[in-house]
């Protein structure tokens, strides 16, 4: 019923489109507003970024009105997706602080928004994956040498961003933050995190076209940017690389196995090698990373921890709805839970955070969505003979999931920077699912 409205709108409008210049050229405005999107995340604020979201969702709802045959579809992970948004919306309906729940729920609106803009401008314009995947790519560069310019000028920390009690001065290690904004080294480790398999699938695709300058530029920078995330002190971003690493080597073997075995191994092993290099002859590292097997006698461990025991006090407390979304609202309801001293603005887990603001339904349904958007992923990945396509769907499925790994243990997630990169890469795949969907090449 909805299509046949839409339908109708654009029949109505059928002579405003074939007379407007600007209309008949809308995609190229979308794509420039989603390019702009990435660019102004590496250093303006959260209200700005967002703004430039809304215009690509303005020009996406404009483009479904006026051209003909244009309309929403949905695979099967967004309709989990739908309901979850739709589990929010009740949440905020229920919740006992709707103005401050109303703030969260239009930045959920925003990237929920963002992301179907994003799905719907791909599925007819695959051809243009390289380019948003190369602007992440560039992204991640600039952030990268912003943070090596940073660790080698040694900055300060602008909070207690380590625990240094018992640490040696030579365990205390510097920082980077990077030009996001907020400052913070958790939220520049969590955009590598999302970022960094763009710059891997920019090494395969120049491999692929036989551009090998370019593909060891892009292996330099690669490099440049694991060094940069290391120097970000955040020990989720850690966690979260080995498993980019791990999901790399998975997916390249479907190139390399038959005929590359012994490259194959020795790209793993070297890969081993540098890491426990690092740990063992940088000081500073190695006292961080073995910090996350220190448990309560680290300062932040302890704090995480009391976190999520007054978490899932709230959870228990309003488990069907929810408690509404938005970290305004939640730190007022985590007044009345937490522990002494232990303030907190999140739950320092994304799928806890979930179920604390919008109930066990919202959690459930998000993990269908994300259950089955790996499934489609995958599908793709092992079906596919077109070399470009999987290489774009494999490092979009690895963003996803490294970001929803390092989420496990915070809540840097819900940042404009990481969303708007974690929303693209999910209508990668979306668009590439697409059984009408164009080849890269076109």
Known sequence: MFSKIVFKIQDKLKYLYENSLFLQNIDKFIFVSILAVLISSTFLTSDSIGFIALVTMFLTFVKILTKQGEKLTFNSFEVFLAAYFMLVVVSLAGSTLFALSLKGFLKTFIYIGFYFSTANYLKNNLSKLPVIFFTIA?????ESIAALIQNFARVEAISTWQDTSGLNPEEVMTRVYGTLKPFNPNLLGGYFVAGIPALFAACAYFIV???????LIAVVLSLTAIFALFATGCRGAYLALMLILGCTFIVSGKFFWNNYKKVYFALIGAAVALFTSALIFVTS?????LSIFAMRRDSSNSFRFNVYQSSIE????NWLLGIGVGNRNFREIYGLYMKTGFDALSAYNIFLEIA???GIFALIAFLGFLFVYFKDAVKIILSSVDAEKTIFVAAALTSVLA????GLVDTVFFRPQ??????IMVAVVSACSNKNAENLDA
């Open 314 to 317: 709230m959870f228990k407390d």
């Open 418 to 423: 990481i969303q708007f990169v974690f929303w």
């Open 356 to 358: 604390v603001e919008s």
């Open 209 to 215: 076209k036989n551009n090998y300058k370019r593909a």
């Open 285 to 289: 590292l190695r006292a961080r990373f």
């Open 403 to 406: 970001v929803m790994f390092h």
């Open 138 to 142: 560039l992204c991640i560069c600039f």
